[in-house]
């Protein structure tokens, strides 16, 4: 068995070097072969510094560093297609993941002969009420949606075996949500509970706009049903349409000096179809728009530098 710990790090100078220590002596009480690939996405702080000089003084710390800020999940992605163990654990920098629930994970693969254990969050301590809310909701969301069942309250933090790298690494799309790719891939997937702890140090990395692009992908990549949403609110505007116009014309005949010129509820009805119009539209549009992403076929991550891998990865 040889282990790759797949670490995405941007900003973490605070926590980086009481990650390293606590990854290391997880692996190493449990004597298996391992290396530690730490992903700089684009990191502003001294995390890179730091990581530098871990990997001087650890040969099993690799390092790959990106141009820029690329986000999360391409970070997680790079680490995967240029991880060299058979298996692998992702697990985030600021230890809100426990690397001491390794062994229980090794021990389940190796039990239930599984291509997949993913660490389902049973309690998560010191988030905020906002943040706990919209993740609930967000996963219990996404579920209902997907094509493909997506477990809840599930993050990337899991170990995949040497099948699951090979089938991740043939994955064409650049805007990739992880979580549900490696769920919508099959094979032999077991959960492994934990409670999710407060962040080490520092602040998190995951601001509003960020976590709405996550969300954004996870949704379009993995669901048509809002385009049929869009479809039926178009249908339903039609019959409420056809049904006024019935009654508006059976009141003419029946009732003629009913007939008041009545602009408020015209108003109202151009305010809410068009709204209906834009919305349906907009819809339409993310999904173009995700299209024209796709299409465009640029790389999901820039490498600047690799220390301590083998070859030299571009
Ligand atoms: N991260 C990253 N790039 C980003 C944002 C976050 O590599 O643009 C990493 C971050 O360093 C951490 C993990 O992704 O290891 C999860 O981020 P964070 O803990 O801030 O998110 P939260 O737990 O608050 O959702
Ligand atoms: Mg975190």
């Given at each position: ?13 605070e ?6 220590r ?16 730490f992903?700089?996405?684009?990191s502003?702080d ?43 654990i ?17 021990d389940?693969?190796q ?16 988030e ?17 949606l ?13 170990l ?32 492994i509970e934990?409670?999710?702890?407060e ?62 010129p ?31 992403d796709e ?20």
């Amino acid at each position: 068995m040889y282990l790759s710990v797949i670490v995405p790090c941007f900003n973490e100078e605070e926590v980086i070097v009481e990650t390293y220590r606590r990854l290391t002596q997880v692996v190493q009480s449990q004597g298996w072969r391992y290396e530690l690939v730490f992903i700089n996405d684009g990191s502003r702080d001294k995390t890179l510094t730091l990581l530098k000089q871990l990997a001087v003084q650890d040969p099993r710390v690799r390092v790959l560093s990106f141009s820029r800020n690329f986000g999360h999940q391409p970070a997680v992605s790079a680490g995967i297609r240029y991880c060299s163990g058979n298996i692998a654990i992702i697990i985030d920098a600021d230890l809100q993941d426990p690397p001491e629930l390794f062994p229980a994970m090794v021990d389940l693969y190796q039990k239930e002969q599984a291509n997949v254990v993913y660490a389902v969050r049973k309690e998560r301590k010191g988030e905020s009420f906002f943040k706990l809310w919209s993740a609930r909701t967000f996963y219990r969301l996404i579920n209902s949606l997907s094509e493909v069942p997506l477990p809840l309250d599930t993050g990337d933090f899991r170990l995949i075996d040497a099948k699951v790298i090979r089938e991740f690494k043939k994955l064409q799309e650049r805007n990739k949500y992880i979580r549900g790719l490696i769920s919508w891939m099959g094979f032999k997937q077991v959960p492994i509970e934990y409670s999710r702890d407060e962040r080490f140090a520092g602040a998190t990395k995951y601001p509003l706009s960020k976590m709405l692009k996550f969300a954004q992908t996870g949704l379009l990549y993995f669901s048509k049903k809002p385009l049929t949403v869009a479809l039926s609110l178009g249908f339903i505007s039609i019959l409420v349409g056809l049904g006024l116009a019935i009654w508006v014309f059976a009141s003419s005949v029946l009732r003629p000096e009913s007939l008041v010129p009545g602009w408020a509820s015209t108003v109202i009805m151009v305010i809410f179809f068009g709204g209906i119009q834009l919305l349906t539209i907009g819809v339409l549009g993310e999904y173009i728009g995700s299209i024209f992403d796709e299409l465009k076929k640029r790389p999901e991550f820039i490498v600047s530098e690799s220390i301590n891998f083998d070859e030299n990865v571009q």
